[in-house]
């Protein structure tokens, strides 16, 4: 257990209302992500952070802001929720281990809805 | 921008050995991870590749080749609890960042 958890672990919400995801950690990793998983694209990054008050932009970063404000916590904001938004949502964490792996731990998701 | 290819879809059964391959094409390469996905959980993680080679890690082995961007994964003695889905992924980027292939979906048959 990599001590890293997600809330809320599901959320149905309307089409236009802003919504925030929670990854949090207990771990003190430095890196934290936030991917999005739909069938047939695995998973995509949306925002990664690199420290406090450190984050940038992945590969599918629009309509999603982060922030990461204490070390344990990543923050995603949907500002204005959109249908093509509805996905599983993974928080994961890394930080460089021994041989240079940097290995990611993921949390167990979150699965919003947008209708 | 970073591309990854895999198969879709594996079949293999119990006892029998499986590889699956994985292409990519990529700029700030570190090296290539691997992870296992069951339905309705979380990846985790299998291996991870920064040189050229070989690395064994019980049943599973991973190899790369950087030359020829080109990596894969074997598992043998196959388990009916190996059906997952499988995925390769580039690390790079200053966050180490992973980009994903679309995974390979194996199924076990007894």
């Known amino acids: 257990d990599a001590g890293i958890t997600q809330s809320p672990r599901h959320k149905v919400t309307e089409t236009g209302t802003p919504v925030t995801l929670r990854c949090h950690q207990t771990?003190?990793?430095?890196?934290m992500y936030w991917y999005r998983q739909d069938p047939g694209h695995g998973l995509r990054l949306i925002h990664y952070s690199y420290g406090v008050k450190d984050t940038d932009k992945g590969e599918v970063s629009d309509g999603y802001s982060v922030s990461r404000s204490k070390t344990e916590d990543f923050l995603l904001t949907l500002e204005s929720a959109t249908s093509s938004q509805t996905s599983v949502y993974f928080c994961?964490?890394?930080?460089?281990?021994?041989?240079?792996?940097?290995?990611?731990?993921f949390g167990p998701g979150t699965r919003l809805t947008v209708t | 921008g970073q591309s990854l290819e895999q198969p879709s879809e594996v079949t293999a059964v119990e006892g029998a050995i499986v590889q699956i391959n994985c292409t990519y094409q990529t700029s700030g390469f570190y090296g290539l991870s691997w992870y296992q996905q069951h339905d309705g959980g979380a990846p985790t993680f299998l291996s991870y590749n920064a040189l050229d080679g070989l690395e064994e890690t019980g049943r599973f082995s991973s190899f790369l080749s950087r030359s020829d961007s080109y990596g894969y994964l074997l598992l043998q003695e196959l388990q009916m609890k190996d059906s997952a889905s499988y995925f390769c992924?580039?690390?790079?980027?200053?966050?180490?960042?992973?980009?994903f292939g679309s995974g390979t979906q194996l199924t076990v048959l007894p």
């Open positions: 994961a964490i890394s930080d460089e281990r021994v041989g240079g792996s940097y290995e990611q731990y």
């Open positions: 992924a580039v690390v790079s980027g200053s966050a180490r960042q992973l980009t």
């Open positions: 771990e003190n990793h430095r890196y």
